[in-house]
């Protein structure tokens, strides 16, 4: 479009901001098909519960991406492993054969590619990028407390720290003293990857997954609890928990339910 602008010099300046709009569409459009061929019939490969590869199975979903869910038993675990780039899942595999693992450049690469993550606003970005950095600390923060402790102790001792003045409790404030005030999003005004980390992580705080740790954790965190309700209440988010619904192979923690 632009050379036929500068020739025709009599075109309205109206006529040519148009004309520039429908071109920035029109190129957005090709590159959102382009990606999402990319990714079309991709496999992730990760083992049969929410954990670490929840957050990019809904990504996917979100981006309306036709992927294979490659769940492994745990018991074919040790096995696979040693076939692994870095010995440890989720793993992303494209249908050129190309493979990429750790969980978070998974979920930024899908994040890219289906519109959930930034590309043109490196400030936006970053802040994402921080968000989730300080999310994951949630896990190693939770298994380092009543390690080496038996059962009773150890969940007495997160218990405790799940409370205020406790170790996770303090992540769990300053994480959400750091989520936008503006809106139920982490970051900015619509949904991304940070998002649907927050949610995971958050879900497998209490879901179980860590003895000890109550149920109500997140209840007093309002910004948190606000964000998980906005994600799950996505229309793909419940498409794609009422499909895994349909398969009794999946076993979805309680805190994965809608929210109300």
Same mark, same amino acid.
């Given at each position: 479009?632009?050379?036929?602008?500068?020739?025709?010099?009599?075109?309205?300046?109206?006529?040519?901001?148009?004309?520039?709009?429908?071109?920035?569409?029109?190129?957005?459009?090709?590159?959102?098909? $382009?990606?999402?061929?990319?990714?079309?019939?991709?496999?992730?490969?990760?083992?049969?519960?929410?954990?670490?590869?929840?957050?990019?199975?809904?990504?996917? $979903?979100?981006?309306?991406?036709?992927?294979?869910?490659?769940?492994?038993?745990?018991?074919?675990?040790?096995?696979?492993?040693?076939?692994?780039?870095?010995?440890?899942?989720?793993?992303?595999?494209? $249908?050129?054969?190309?493979?990429?693992?750790?969980?978070?450049?998974?979920?930024?690469?899908?994040?890219?590619?289906?519109?959930?993550?930034?590309?043109?606003?490196?400030?936006?970005?970053?802040?994402?990028?921080?968000?989730?950095?300080?999310?994951?600390?949630?896990?190693?923060?939770?298994?380092?407390?009543?390690?080496?402790?038996? *059962?009773?102790?150890?969940?007495?001792?997160?218990?405790?720290?799940?409370?205020?003045?406790?170790?996770?409790?303090?992540?769990?404030? *300053?994480?959400?003293? $750091?989520?936008?005030?503006?809106?139920?999003?982490?970051?900015?005004? *619509?949904?991304?990857?940070?998002?649907?980390?927050?949610?995971?992580?958050?879900?497998?705080?209490?879901?179980?997954?860590?003895?000890?740790?109550?149920?109500?954790?997140?209840?007093?965190?309002?910004?948190?609890?606000?964000?998980?309700?906005?994600?799950?209440?996505?229309?793909?988010?419940?498409?794609?928990?009422?499909?895994?619904?349909?398969?009794?192979?999946?076993?979805?923690?309680?805190?994965?339910?809608?929210?109300?």
């Amino acid at each position: 479009f632009t050379p036929l602008i500068r020739k025709r010099t009599k075109i309205s300046g109206t006529t040519c901001i148009a004309l520039r709009i429908l071109q920035n569409r029109l190129y957005y459009l090709l590159m959102s098909d $382009s990606n999402k061929m990319i990714l079309d019939n991709c496999k992730l490969t990760y083992f049969g519960i929410p954990g670490r590869g929840e957050a990019t199975r809904l990504a996917l $979903s979100i981006g309306k991406v036709t992927f294979h869910d490659d769940r492994i038993a745990f018991a074919n675990w040790k096995e696979i492993k040693s076939t692994t780039p870095w010995g440890s899942l989720p793993i992303l595999t494209l $249908s050129n054969g190309t493979t990429i693992a750790q969980q978070r450049a998974i979920l930024r690469f899908v994040g890219k590619e289906v519109g959930l993550y930034p590309t043109g606003d490196s400030v936006k970005a970053a802040k994402i990028d921080e968000l989730m950095d300080a999310v994951e600390d949630i896990n190693a923060v939770t298994f380092k407390v009543g390690q080496g402790l038996e *059962k009773e102790a150890k969940e007495a001792a997160r218990k405790e720290a799940c409370e205020d003045g406790g170790v996770i409790h303090a992540l769990l404030t *300053k994480i959400d003293k $750091s989520l936008s005030t503006s809106s139920s999003f982490a970051v900015g005004d *619509k949904l991304t990857v940070a998002d649907l980390f927050i949610y995971c992580t958050c879900n497998n705080l209490v879901s179980g997954l860590f003895d000890g740790v109550p149920e109500s954790t997140l209840h007093s965190f309002d910004r948190i609890m606000s964000l998980r309700k906005t994600v799950r209440s996505n229309e793909s988010v419940c498409e794609w928990y009422d499909t895994c619904s349909l398969d009794p192979s999946i076993k979805i923690p309680v805190s994965y339910n809608l929210l109300v």
